[in-house]
């Protein structure tokens, strides 16, 4: 599967951006998708997932009750719905895909072998 981001962009403190992650190639419903962020100077970091059978999701401790993520499998599409955003949350964020667990992915990206190549969100205070 291949993996194209759009949607991300430049937003004040508390606004909301929705990220958008079109898939292409087969099985799409198989996988388990996500996203990850890289914040200027820091680690990349998880941030949420959704598993393409169970519909299952798992989010970092600092998105939870602010972002959300859904998935349309007739689009191949997985939307990532952010609220209440914080300069915090700038970074480059980036989809990922993997035919493993939630939370497996949530414990870190060393399994993760399909990345689109990231949406900019820059929070202003």
């Known amino acids: 599967v291949q993996l194209v981001e759009s949607g991300g962009g430049l937003v004040q403190a508390g606004g909301s951006l929705r990220l958008s992650c079109a898939a292409s190639g087969s099985a799409f419903s198989s996988y388990t998708m996500g996203w990850f962020r890289q914040a200027p100077g820091k680690e990349r970091g998880f941030v949420v997932c959704?598993?393409?059978?169970?519909?299952?999701?798992y989010y970092a401790d600092s998105v939870k009750g602010r972002f959300a993520i859904s998935g349309d499998n007739e689009k191949m599409t997985v939307y990532l719905q952010m609220n209440s955003l914080t300069p915090e949350d700038t970074g480059l964020y980036y989809c990922?895909?993997?035919?493993?667990?939630?939370?497996?992915?949530?414990?870190?990206?060393?399994?993760?072998?399909?990345w689109g190549q990231g949406a900019q969100v820059t929070v202003s205070s």
């Open positions: 990922v895909a993997g035919l493993f667990s939630c939370r497996a992915m949530a414990a870190g990206d060393r399994l993760v072998a399909t």
């Open positions: 959704i598993e393409g059978s169970s519909r299952s999701t």
